[in-house]
């Protein structure tokens, strides 16, 4: 046992997350409303926890590239960055963009998401996805297996 659990603190270290460290792991998470993640990630900038995206982080989910700090995220080959404009329902029930939300959304992330998704045209109701080789040059990837050492954050 004593050798598993060196080896773990080891695996741990090398990622640069310390042995003491909770981890948070998004996987599946499709967003919601806005207020929700800003509280949600509060809690979460001030916990020190380390995050691990591994797999979609879509919509308001992505409020976290913002209210954690950079060094406290790495991504996976599984990584996968959904973005694209505030939205309310309208009196008829239809989805309308919401411009207020939009900017306030867009004002959360940091200046290299800024320009990344300036350069695709802006925040618009089309989702554009951030993955890959791309993600990678912005957040440094996760070495070691996140389904054995990390909670799972929950999804909407």
């Known amino acids: 046992?004593?050798?598993?659990?060196?080896?773990?603190?080891?695996?741990?270290?090398?990622?640069?997350?310390?042995?003491?460290?909770?981890?948070?792991?998004?996987?599946?998470?499709?967003?919601?409303?806005?207020?929700?993640?800003?509280?949600?990630?509060?809690?979460?900038r001030t916990s020190g926890e380390m995050v691990i995206i591994d797999g979609l982080c879509a919509s308001a989910c992505t409020i976290v590239l913002g209210a954690v700090p950079q060094?406290?995220?790495?991504?996976?080959?599984?990584?996968?960055l959904g973005f694209h404009a505030a939205w309310d329902y309208g009196s008829d029930g239809r989805t309308i963009t919401n411009p207020e939300a939009t900017?306030?959304?867009?004002?959360?992330?940091?200046?290299?998401?800024?320009?990344?998704?300036?350069?695709?045209g802006g925040l618009t109701p089309r989702m554009i996805f951030l993955r890959g080789r791309e993600l990678t040059t912005m957040y440094r990837p996760c070495y070691l297996d996140a389904q054995a050492s990390a909670h799972e954050a929950p999804a909407r």
């Open 1 to 44: 046992m004593k050798v598993v659990t060196g080896l773990l603190a080891a695996v741990l270290l090398m990622a640069g997350i310390g042995v003491s460290h909770a981890v948070v792991r998004i996987s599946d998470d499709r967003g919601g409303r806005i207020g929700t993640y800003v509280d949600k990630y509060q809690g979460l």
């Open 103 to 120: 900017q306030m959304l867009y004002s959360m992330y940091p200046a290299r998401i800024k320009r990344w998704i300036s350069h695709r």
């Open 71 to 80: 060094n406290r995220i790495c991504v996976t080959s599984r990584a996968n």
